[in-house]
């Protein structure tokens, strides 16, 4: 009898052990993908939070101001003055009359 049972349950792992090898190597490989996934995520926000608001020039903090109407980053220890995307041309865009008039005002010297 337990010839027997040995001879069934051989076969039965002849039969579902390629099964079995894929099932746990899938379960492995989705873990390792979600342990990386996590890792990524926290070494982001770990970075985010090192240099968020800090100054590009000599690393201090930064603190939000306006000018012109739009809110630019001034460093707080080096006092310069960074633009996020589009803050710039909004600035300019702003002053494009007193620019014109300013080089108008230069040719007729």
């Given at each position: 009898m337990v010839d027997q049972?040995?001879?069934?349950?051989?076969?039965?792992?002849?039969?579902?052990?390629?099964?079995?090898?894929?099932?746990?190597?899938?379960?492995?490989?989705?873990?390792?993908?979600q342990r990386?996934?996590?890792?990524?995520?926290?070494e982001t926000r770990r970075l985010k939070d090192l240099h968020l608001m800090k100054c590009p020039k000599c690393g201090h903090?930064?603190?939000?101001?306006?000018?012109e109407g739009v809110t630019v980053d001034r460093c707080t220890h080096c006092e310069g003055i960074f633009f996020d995307a589009g803050e710039l041309e909004q600035i300019l865009?702003?002053?494009?009359?007193?620019?014109?008039?300013?080089?108008?005002?230069l040719v007729k010297i």
């Open positions: 049972d040995n001879k069934r349950e051989d076969e039965w792992f002849l039969r579902n052990e390629k099964q079995l090898l894929d099932t746990a190597r899938t379960a492995r490989l989705k873990r390792e993908q990386a996934a996590k890792e990524k995520a926290e903090d930064m603190k939000e101001e306006p000018l865009a702003q002053k494009d009359d007193q620019r014109r008039g300013f080089f108008r005002k």
